[in-house]
Each structure stands twice: as C-alpha cells, then as structure tokens.
C-alpha cells in the first residue's frame, strides 16, 4: 500500500505534491550551520527618544542592582597557605548577617539569620575545639621561650595576643570591635611574631652582638 | 517550566543577584517546591547562603512560602513564581509609565520600589525627596508633601498595592502559651481591604541634600538617624508593591488604542481611551469585553478639546463597529446604543498580526500570503492553496514544506475509510493561533536568552579594556573635583589610545543595540503573553 519507491512511508507522497520520480532536496544529516545568511534582513530597531530612555533606564537598573545589598557574593575562596596580607585585603563578605533588615514577620523564621558574628564562627568550630586549645596552648609555651629576651619589647604585644587567642576560643559573645581594636592598637600585626620564631632563636645564640 | 524559561530565568537572576541566587533560583524551579533543608543539601551550598538567597527572592516577591505537604506542624515549602522573574525584563517599560502618567517624582517611586522589591511609605518618601533634592539646583530642595500626593495618587490609581499581610496560623495575640506557629502563609494581595488604603504618617520636612564634600561617616550617621525615625512615621510593617497586574492592564489598553489609530484615525482612537477609561475601576481583570457604555455616557465622558458633535459621534461609532477588527461591538440600542469594547477579540487580532508580521519578515511577503490564507479558511489541501493563493504550484509547495518544518503550519489527516489507506486520505494545511503563539513565545524567551548571553560574552570578551576606561575615567573625575590644568587632564585621556577608543566605541554601541533588543522583544511577549491568558480565561 505504502509508496515503495521512496522509503517506506505511511503515505504516498503524491498527495502532499511530490510527484514521481522528481529530485528532493538531500536530507539533512547534521545540524543546521550556526549564523546561516538570512534572505530577509531583519527590520531595523525601533530609534527614537522613548527607546533610548528606556535603554537607559534598563542599563542604570542593571548598575543599581549590583550595588545594592541584594546581590549575593559567594564567599572568596580559600587560598592555600594564609598570608600576611590577608589580614588587610578585608573581603567584602566577611559579615554573615543580611545588610539590609527586612520585616522578619513576613518571612518564614527560620530564614533568620543569627547576626553575632564570632559566636557563629566559633560555633562551628566547636567540634575542632578539643584540638585547638592543645595546639595553641603549645604554640604560646614556645613563643613565650623563645621571646624571653623580647619581654620588654614584646611583652604588651604578647599580652594582647595571648588575650587575643583565649578570645577567639570562648564562645561567649566577645565583640568584633574588642578583636580589631586590639589589631588597630599596635603598629605590628599580631601574627607577625607567629611566622617569624627563628627570629628569636637567632637572638639566643648571638647574644654578645647587637641587635640592629 | 520550559527549558526557555528555566535559561531565561537563570541569566535574569544571575544579573540582577548574583550567582548564588541563581543557583537556588534555577533548583528551585525545576524542583518545583521544597523546604530549606533539602534546597540547601541538593544545591551543595552553605545553609547560610541559601537563606539569604532564599530572603533576597522573597524581600522581592518571586518566592512565595507556605505550609508543606505536611501540614502546618511540617518544614516550610518554598515556591519560585518563572513569571514574576521574566516580569524582570519589563522594570523599563514600567518605570517608563510612571514617568509618564505621574512625572519624575512618580517615575522614582517606582523605580526604588521595584529595586527594593517591597518599602515603607515613609522611606520611599524620604528616598525619593533625597534623589530628587539632589538632582535639583543648588539651594531648592523637594518636599516630602509633593512625593506623599504622588505616592497617594500611585495608590488610587492601583499602581501599587499593600503587600499582602502574612496570616498567622494560631491566635498569637490571644497572649496564651501557645507555640509560636512555625510556618506563616501570605494570602492574596487583592483579598485584603486595606489593600489600597494609604496609612497616615505624619512626616514632614524636605529632601537633604548629600554633599560630596561630606565624609562617608557622616553619610552613615545620617542613614542611621533615618532608620530610627521611621518608627516615628506610623507606618510600621505597612509595606507596598508595585502591582504588575495594573501596569499590565494598562499596557493592553495603550495598544489597542494604538492598532486603532493605526487604522483608523485619531479621533477613534479617543473615543476608544475615553471607553476604556470609563470602564477601567468597574471591568474585572480578565474579562473578554468591558462594561456596556451607552454613546450618551460616551459623549458626556469625551474629553473637551475633542468637541465632535453628537451625530458625528455617533458615525464613529457605527464605523468602529463594523471594522473587521471588531475593537468595538455593539450589545444593545437604550441610551443611544450600547457599546463595549472587545477586549479579549482586540487581543487575538493583535497576536494574530503579530504572528503574521513575523512570517512575513521571516520567510517573505508570498509565504505570509499562505499563512494569512490558512489562517482565514482554515484547511486547505495542497492544490487549493495554490490557486487561491494565486502563487505557481511549485514555489507554494517549497514554502509550505518550509512552514512546516518550522511547524508553524501543521497537516491533518482526514480519513476517507476506517483503515485510513493513504491514497483515500485528505491531507490539510492548517494553522492553528493559539499553539502557533506559544511557539512563538518560546521562541521570543529564546531569543531573550541569546541576547543576554551574547551581551555577556562581548562584555566578557572586553573586560581588560572596560576595567581600564573605567579607571581612567575615576581618575579623571578625581583630578577635575581637584582641580588639575588642562594638560594633566589630556595627558590622562591620551592613557587610552584611539584604536581602543574606537573598539570601545563599537562595543558600547553593542551593547545598547542588545539592550534595545531585549526590550523591544519583551513589548512582543507581552503581547503573546495576554492573548494566551485571556484566552485561557475565557474558556
């Protein structure tokens, strides 16, 4: 019943105005090119005074909204190895709260977001925190031995960071400005005397030399 | 959702919030409704990000949350509406309407309110009155009672609404121990009586202007003592939307009376607005035609500089009416004649034209002949439509075969004998309108989507040379605000040598022209878009 003579088809093609024996065009065996020439042109844009305020309008909404708190930046990643000037690159996102407060009886409870800072930080270390104490209370013994000879100097930059890493282990609400004041007190950042311990050990070999 | 839709909203969100939203938003469309929780594990992201994502999506009302499947006792379940972000692409064409009907101050509201996605009165009062003191010139500033009537006058009108209060699902206020209910349901805007009734607040006093030369401190100061005084201004937790329903109603009545003054003239088409502005409070949202006017209520309500006599009148309206457009019908003869205005016909016509118009500029004038041909008589078989198009048998069967692998025409079998034997079978062209439409919407997201993203790729492509004209440019502002000599100044500018200046040149000429071309389209899916909605909600 089929049309044999052109593949088997569930119509004859007569019908659909394909006469017998005339040549069709080759069937397509891969996508269509990518930018074809059109025949028709396209029309031309609408100009004028309304469409070019609106272009405008358009472009200063899109620049509006990237400045407004509402534009989400996923945290920076984590570099490998922290570095000194880490502490002064402040990344943008380093407040976990919303910037702009909305009405939180609209919104869904538990979308609220818990605005104290370090008491989230900490609180997701706790379970490193049986660690870290060990850790850090090492890491002062060998400090306060190799600066012994540094007391004078060191001793009120020592102090505050001794202070500054009980702090950081605390859970209670220890406020953000407590932290940086102490970082903005001095002119030396804390963990520079972290990286630096062969600094001291230099000092313990060679003490009839002066140190310039 | 369609694969369309789903990219068109990814590249909105990604714009206009940022890659986290996106990645939420875009999970939450093709998962259609989940709770915190599962969101948050799916998508691989810090719970955190995920709530402040989820927050920035309600604050701007794309989300909506409610009970779960579980019942009020069950996780929240949150909802993304596709369509409320594609209304992204016509913030323009808003703002743009508000600046006409009602000014720059009017033109502001609007323009914060959909930045903001939902404000008090008070601070968009204060906002508004700031932006504008500071546009004026020196020593005039903008009362607060000027942008308070404007925002009234947004409000009576219905352009923007009260955003719906959240309905608590215990008696909370009862003061009793009762749990505090976990999840709270928003209702419908439109079902509450306040819905439009601007509050009173007593603020007064005018715009501030920020000087340049002030500290950022005391910037921040100042914002600081603004968001304590609106607990002063009265209006605590009344917060307002823009209503998009409005604007949308008024878009369809700007081009009917548009397509009618293309066709016929002028004065009919402000025999049309006046019709429809009568009946703009008492027509429901979705309704096929308006209320029955009569051509006396018709005359009173003319504007007066349109001083046309009452026989004259009543000619246009006879000749309105027997247009094949059919804008305008006539339902009865009391008080001169009944008349309304065919609102769900004017908009089929419309998309009907549109489709046409597409055709033609597509495939050429002869092609759109068929496609008129098939969508006038129907079906036609092969040899009819060559006669009656009048084009030679061959080049209409190319065209056709043409159309129908772009599946804007479609072939129907109609069996002459049960075993439906191809030799005694009927094959007939056909173009049906309301799927052709929603191919073609499809196609217009598409089209949407490529733009975006070849803004974004030549954008990309660029960046070096942006980030180095933008850094000139900062320069250059700091040296004029401190007063530097010319020579400094061309020295700066000299920094960006003239071919870059001309590859700047080209590719910000682009970029408008892919920006033109967004909105331009977006005028096309509004069009599509209410047809198909009027239809559905006239079936």
Known sequence: ?212 | MTTQEVRLCGLLLQEHFGDVVEKVGTHLIRSGVLNLRALALETKLALDLVKKSLCVLVQHGMCTFGAGRRGPAGPVEYRISCERIIHMLRYPRYIYTAKSLYGDTGELIVEEILQRGQMTMSSTVKTVADRLTHNMPEGQSMDYSEVVSAFSQLVETHFLQRCPPVASAGPSDSGAVDPPPPAVTPSEPENHPDCYRVPYINLTGKGKRRRSSEDGEADQRAAKKAKTDNDECGDEGIFWQVNFERFHLHFRDQAIINAVSCKLDQTSSEIVRTMLRMSEVTTPANAAFTQALSANEIFRALPSNYNIARPILDQYLTLLVDDPMEFVGKTGDSGGGMYVVNLHRALANLARATLESVVQERFGSRSARIFRLLLRKRHLEQKQVEDFAMIPAKEAKDMLYTLLSENLVQLQEIPKTPDHAPSRTFYLYTVNQLPTARLLLQHCYKTVGNLIERRLYETKENKRLLEKSQRIEAILASLQATGAETTQLTEVEEMITAPERQQLESLRHHINKLDSSENQVDETIFLLESYITSTQASR
């Open chain 1, 1 to 212: 019943m089929a049309g044999r003579g052109r593949g088997q088809l569930t119509f004859s093609v007569e019908i659909v105005g394909i006469g017998k024996g005339e040549n069709l065009p080759p069937s397509t065996v891969q996508p269509t090119p990518v930018f074809p020439p059109l025949d028709q042109k396209p029309v031309p844009l609408q100009a004028g005074e309304e469409a070019e305020y609106m272009l405008a309008l358009k472009q200063e909404f899109r620049g509006a909204m990237k400045t407004l708190p509402f534009y989400i930046r996923p945290a920076a990643p984590k570099k490998d190895v922290e570095r000194y000037s880490d502490k002064y690159q402040k990344s943008e996102t380093t407040d976990n709260s919303l910037e702009w407060k909305p009405d939180w009886r609209s919104f869904p409870k538990e979308l609220r977001v818990r605005e104290k800072r370090p008491q989230r930080d900490k609180s997701q270390a706790v379970p490193k925190l049986p660690k870290q104490p060990r850790v850090d209370k090492e890491e002062i013994i060998r400090k306060l031995e190799t600066l012994e000879q540094k007391e004078e100097e060191g001793s009120s930059d020592e102090g505050e960071g001794e202070k500054k890493k009980p702090e950081e282990e605390e859970a209670e609400g220890e406020e953000e400005c407590d932290e940086e004041e102490f970082e903005g007190e001095t002119d030396y950042v804390m963990s520079y005397f972290d990286n630096e311990e062969e600094f001291g050990g230099e000092s313990d070999d060679n003490m009839d030399e002066a140190i310039y």
